[in-house]
Nanobody, 132 residues
Framework: QVQLVEAGGGSVQAGGSLRLSCVASGYTYSRYDMGWFRQVQGKEREGVAVFDSDGSATYAYSVKGRFTISKDNAKNTLYLHMNSLKPGNTDMYYC??????????????????????????WGQGTQVTVSS
């Protein structure tokens, strides 16, 4: 069973930075996409950034140029470096992962997805609060 444990949330003033981390364990499959999602209480989760199994990053338009997603395979850890934070970035942030099948050529058999509905494994979340 895949387990994801987030850390690094906290309170910061606008313009500040935070780094979120997500340690993964229990992987039994060879290929996973991992991503960060956010959720304000009472609203649906939405994608922030995804690091796919081929090592490429995809970002939500609102965070491009300010957030950077990265992965340390040796530590099985996914990161989200958040810079120039705004009060609107105040949310609960979740790490998620999904298995990706390969086709007969060995390439990924699914497109990269920013939809939380496509992700199977979830962490418990970490709160980010940005004050003005």
């Amino acid at each position: 069973q895949v387990q994801l444990v987030e850390a690094g949330g906290g309170s910061v003033q606008a313009g500040g930075s935070l780094r979120l981390s997500c340690v993964a364990s229990g992987y039994t499959y060879s290929r996973y996409d991992m991503g960060w999602f956010r959720q304000v209480q009472g609203k649906e989760r939405e994608g922030v950034a995804v690091f796919d199994s081929d090592g490429s990053a995809t970002y939500a338009y609102s965070v491009k140029g300010r957030f950077t997603i990265s992965k340390d395979n040796a530590k099985n850890t996914l990161y989200l470096h958040m810079n120039s934070l705004k009060p609107g970035n105040t949310d609960m942030y979740y790490c998620a992962a999904r298995q990706i099948d390969s086709d007969y050529t060995g390439r990924r058999a699914a497109i990269v997805s920013m939809s939380p509905n496509d992700y199977t494994y979830w962490g418990q979340g970490t709160q980010v609060t940005v004050s003005s």
